[in-house]
């Protein structure tokens, strides 16, 4: 009840091209869905986060799709750019669990030139 | 404004040891967070901290210990070392959120501490 499920697991994409990742989660009680990105030797930064009383949430390049009823929520990323590459998690928190975040495995992110 | 920062950046410790590791949250950050990141997996929860208190702790032994400070700072211990211990170790910090709040923010993550047991 408290997995977050995220696909897939790596990704190569060219440059230029739509990089899209999935999330799945259980648990109805969460209420906060962010994305992170992480370079290697860094820890992950926020990136974009999204509340479910929103189906979309768009910043530059980067979107969130968010799937209320099929509890599924999506980062696409357009127009991919070598400097994208990265690993990204997906996460959930809310009140269950006492506002832990549970994170995603990763995504790792190659972008061709 | 500075971020979360984490000392060392980089420990290496024996077999049986005690590894100690600091973080400093962003300046009116409460809550302090530890996550446990081994080479190629994602991050595992460990230990919140906020106002002092441990809140909450992932599925980790005993000799997974912590402590807040009246500053907010927080410091991770780790008694006994195991070599499956070896991993980033990341903390974060948030806003103070709870019960009356009712809502969830995004962390800000230090760049973690990488620790070594050999």
């Known amino acids: 009840q408290q997995q977050v499920k995220q696909s897939p697991q790596s990704l190569i994409v060219q440059k230029g091209g739509i990089s899209i990742i999935n999330c799945a989660y259980e648990n109805t009680a969460f209420d906060y869905f962010p994305w992170y990105q992480q370079f290697p030797g860094k820890g992950p930064a926020l990136l974009i986060a999204?509340?479910?009383?929103?189906s979309e949430k768009k910043e530059g390049r980067f979107t969130i799709s968010f799937n209320k009823s099929a509890k599924q929520f999506s980062l696409h990323i357009m127009d991919s750019q070598p400097g994208d590459s990265a690993t990204y998690f997906c996460?959930?928190?809310?009140?269950?669990?006492?506002?832990?975040?549970?994170f995603g495995a990763g995504t790792r992110l190659f972008v061709k030139a | 404004e500075a971020g979360v920062t984490q000392s060392p950046t980089h420990l290496i410790k024996t077999r049986g040891q005690q590894a100690t590791l600091r973080c400093s949250p962003i300046?009116?950050?409460?809550?302090v967070y530890w996550y446990q990141q081994a080479l190629g997996l994602g991050l595992q929860f460990l230990l919140w901290?906020?106002?002092?208190?441990?809140?909450n702790r992932g599925n980790f032994p005993p000799r997974f210990s912590g402590r807040q400070f009246p500053n907010y700072s927080s410091e991770l211990n780790v008694n006994a070392l195991e070599l499956e211990d070896s991993a980033l170790y990341l903390c974060a910090s948030s806003w103070k959120f709870g019960v009356t709040q009712g809502a969830a923010y995004g962390y800000t993550f230090g760049s973690g501490t990488r620790l070594t047991v050999v």
């Open positions: 996460a959930a928190s809310g009140r269950t669990g006492g506002f832990k975040t549970i």
């Open positions: 999204i509340r479910p009383d929103v």
């Open positions: 901290y906020d106002e002092g208190e441990e809140r």
């Open positions: 300046s009116g950050h409460t809550s």
